[in-house]
Structure formats: structure tokens, C-alpha cells
């Protein structure tokens, strides 16, 4: 049995349906590649944003965030973190856990709070107004 | 059915470790650090929309010399993977896969995460 590897049917036993495998390891692959571009491209245009219009009150802070562009690509900039944090701690935990329930636990616990990460961050920023 | 006995070498005080796999093993850690910061980064991102008290409590953490030890430390983590993670695009598209150049960037990556930390050091000061 291999929690987290999705194991999907009793032929994936012992990698006899290798392709498969192959394919959702570089679906993985691609997909931590890609959140990785939106977040190096939003971070280092936000930073550069944020410099040339820093906001000095509450009130120009929370307008800048109210617009509906910035607030739209940063919580795609969260979904993207969020979904690269999964992959990641997913990666690490497999790696150094090895017992069965442990792996499960923790996956779940990592899971679970990434997801209400995201359900969280979306409430704050798609609910901001001036 | 593996075998359990097999001869296992994994002291790693001993193991002679390349600049590639501390770099590998940073880009782990400051990962996993970040993953740990979300929910507080969220938290302080929602309370200093919240209101006008909220605002006022975020901005003056920065008064605070742990908080900024902390955001120091997370510029680590972050510059760090930023650039580890544009090495690993190039070794990707086969760029520098070759040992010796793939030292030299794994230099470069680790020199450029602590300057980029010693540059948000100075401004902080």
C-alpha cells in the first residue's frame, strides 16, 4: 500500500502499471513548475508595485488591496503557495515517514490546513472593500 | 522482500557533503519553514485589512526586534528558494547539469539568498 502515491487500483501493485505512475509523478512535476513561474512573476511585480506606491494609511492600504486585479492575482498568488506547499510537504513527508498510519495522519493534517489556508485567504481578500 | 540487514552509512557528520546537496537540503528546510508561516502570514494579512486597530497592530510588530529577526529569517527562507528554484528550472532545460558548473551555481544560489537577506538587513535598519 502506498498512501499519497495514488494507488487507484490493485494493478498499480509493485509499479506494474508504471505508465500511469509516470505520468501523475510529471503531472506533479508540471504543476510545481508552474506555481513556481506565477509566484517568481507576481512576487517580483507586487514588490516593485508595493515600492513605487507604498501605502502609508489604512485606508490606502486597503484600497490598494480592493482593487480587483490585485486582489484577484494575489489570491491566485495564494492558491498557487498553497497548492506548491502541498506538493512540497507532501514530497518531504514521504520521504521521511515510513510507517503507513503516521504518513496518513500527517497528510491529512497537512492537507486539511492548506485547504482551509486557501478557504481563508479567499474570504479576507475577495471580501475587501473601500 | 528487502533486505533489512544491509549495511546502512548515513552519518551525516561523516558523510563528505557536496554544495548540490546541502543546497538540495536548504531548499527542504526553508520549504518547510515557509509552510509553517502561511497561516500566521494569512493572519496578519487579514487582521491589517481589518480595520484601522488592525492595521496599527501589523505595522508596529515591526517596532519589535524578534518580529524583524523573524521576516529576516523568512527573507532567508524565501530568497533562497527563489533561487534555488531558478536553478533547478535550468537543470531542467539541461542547463549547467555538468558538475563543475553545477557547483558553480549552487555557489551562486547561496551566495545571492544571503545577500538578498543582507540587503533587507540594512534597509530594515
Known sequence: MCIGGRAGSHRDWHGVDAMSRKSIGLRTWLIQRLSAVYMMLFVVCFAIYFASNTPSSFLEW?????????AITTTLFFLSLLTHAW???RDVLM?????????????????????????????ILLTVSV | MENK???VFLDLTRIDMPVMAVLSFAHRITGVLMFISIPVAIYLLGLSLSSPQGYE??????DSGLFRLGILILLWCFSHHFFAGIRYFMLDLDIGVDVINGRRSAWCVLGAGLAVTVIGMVLML
Request: charged share 15%.
Open chain 1, 87 to 89: 506538493i512540497g510537504m
Open chain 1, 95 to 123: 520521504d521521511y515517514l515510513h510507517a503507513d498510519s503516521i504518513r496518513l495522519a500527517l497528510l491529512t493534517i497537512v492537507g486539511f490546513s492548506l485547504l482551509g489556508g486557501a478557504i481563508w485567504i479567499m474570504k
Open chain 2, 5 to 7: 540487514k544491509r549495511p
Open chain 1, 62 to 70: 486597503r484600497t490598494m488591496m480592493a482593487n480587483s486585479f490585485v
Open chain 2, 57 to 62: 497592530t501589523v505595522t508596529s510588530l515591526f
